[in-house]
């Protein structure tokens, strides 16, 4: 048998007469740490024991110190039999080597049982006066950058043992809460003598001098404090509902679609010009836009925001098997390869054109021939160099020269069609954007024009009354400029 007794967070009116008796009437007893307010008070009682303390000097992580601990108790339990192993609070509350050693012992047939006192969390709750009926959420400082944090519901965070612990718990809470925000310092809760509770600014949890191995911090709820993406859920749901906006309440998946490439434009301009702050502000309209579609989705019946969540999460591991799975990858272009090869599975594509009709005919005409040519390519259908691409050109040039005064629209069309086309295939082969390279002439076009217009005043013309050959020359300036 291996009986596992809490010592509770520090106080002997905490600990429980069914523990004081088994400490006291056991001599296989052994201490997860002697760092804990009640040892001196179970001395006195004349409790003998050893204490795992040797482990954190080995071990440089705490999950293999706690390992470390429960295969010893194991071992010593298949030498001296029967033991009693103490942990500070609640054994199973923040106890991970209570967990490990119980999982031991079911791989073992080991009879095991459990003797709790009050945890650390009972202290906390009855030295701040909380009702976790109104939501408590226990956190681990060690897991603080895995945790989800909600305003909604108050927070402890335990094990804030040291400063470096405390400023990367801050480090994590400042991602979500303001840096002064007031939380609530908890130092030896319950503990008589020694407790220490206090409101403290964010910013300063890390400057404390107080700070622990009995150190945890209490975030109360704050729901004004931030605005998170369940706010923004519950705005457009307003913004639907039947007291909102009577224009959100008229739009539909395909009323929506102008304004969604709209605001993916002003993303990209954003990132063009260099702009946090826009950037930032335009991210958000295109967020907005999918929580709109999400927000129809949901009142239409089909879909709400957790499919579409969960759709992109699963997308993104399948696509991803070189790290969600043990395939080797080299490069970037085999992650690309695998990308598409999984794409074409998920997608039902069975021959190489089936790849060309996918690429969407929404595209702006430049990027979909680029993506076109770009899958072609990669079954061989293109030119070794750049070269005859560009005679390929001067070729549908000279059909456009060859039609156009025949004056039949649709061939005239289709000529010129090629002709871009064409032009697409040089700047693909040249590794050049088409999309970019035809927006910054458009850009060098405008900058000129205006130098022609500006020209024109400064002379007392208006560009309506000046000649093309006028132009020209201004034009000509304009370059060297």
Not at 261 to 270: K, L, M
Request: proline letters at 3%; glycine letters at 6%; one cysteine or more.
């Amino acid at each position: 048998m291996i009986t596992v007794v809490g010592l509770g967070p520090g106080s002997k009116n905490a600990l429980t007469i069914g523990v004081l008796e088994v400490l006291k009437n056991n001599s296989n007893i052994y201490f997860r740490t002697e760092k804990h307010p009640n040892v001196e008070y179970l001395k006195s009682l004349g409790v003998q024991f050893e204490t795992c303390d040797k482990f954190y000097e080995k071990y440089d992580s705490f999950d293999d110190i706690y390992k470390a601990i429960a295969e010893e108790l194991i071992k010593l339990h298949e030498e001296k039999g029967d033991l009693v192993y103490a942990v500070p609070g609640h054994p199973l509350v923040a106890e991970k080597s209570v967990t490990l050693l119980l999982n031991l012992c079911e791989e073992n047939c080991i009879e095991s049982k459990l003797m709790p006192s009050v945890s650390f969390i009972d202290a906390v709750i009855e030295s701040l006066k909380l009702d976790p009926i109104e939501g408590v959420k226990i956190v681990d400082a060690f897991d603080i950058k895995d945790q989800i944090m909600d305003k909604r519901i108050g927070m402890v965070i335990t094990q804030v043992y040291n400063k470096f612990i405390a400023s990367e718990t801050k480090l994590a809470l400042c991602e979500y809460y303001k840096d002064d925000t007031d939380i609530i310092f908890v130092r030896a809760a319950g503990v008589e003598g020694l407790e220490s509770i206090r409101t403290i600014k964010l910013y300063d949890l890390d400057r404390q001098e107080d700070i622990d191995y009995l150190t945890s911090i209490y975030i109360p709820k704050k729901p004004y404090e931030t605005k998170d993406f369940q706010d923004l859920l519950s705005v457009m749901e307003t913004l639907r509902g039947e007291e909102g906006c009577m224009w959100d309440l008229e739009q539909t998946h395909e009323s929506l679609k102008r304004y969604l490439i709209e605001e993916c434009y002003e993303v990209i301009e954003a990132i063009d010009e260099e702009d946090d702050e826009k950037l930032i502000e335009e991210l958000g309209d295109v967020l907005l836009q999918v929580v709109f579609h999400a927000q129809i989705g949901k009142e239409d019946g089909y879909f709400n925001i957790n499919d579409i969540i969960q759709g992109i999460t699963n997308k993104m591991i399948s696509r991803h098997p070189h790290i969600f799975s043990d395939v080797k990858v080299r490069s970037s272009k085999e992650v690309l390869d695998n990308w598409e090869d999984i794409k074409k599975k998920e997608k039902s594509m069975e021959t190489y054109t089936d790849e060309l009709k996918h690429v969407p005919k929404c595209l702006p005409g430049l990027m979909r021939a680029e993506k076109v040519q770009r899958k072609a390519g990669k079954v061989g259908f293109d030119w070794n160099d750049v070269e005859p691409a560009m005679e390929k050109v001067l070729e549908e040039l000279q059909e456009i020269k060859d039609v156009y005064k025949g004056g039949e629209m649709s061939r005239i069309q289709e000529e010129v069609g090629d002709l871009i086309f064409a032009t697409v295939n040089i700047a693909r082969l040249l590794d050049i954007d088409p999309e970019f390279a035809v927006n910054y002439t458009i850009d060098k076009f405008i900058k000129r024009f205006q130098f022609i217009e500006e020209s024109g005043i400064q002379k007392g013309l208006d560009m309506k009354s000046m000649t093309l050959d006028e132009m020209d020359v201004l034009w000509e300036e304009a370059k060297k400029s």
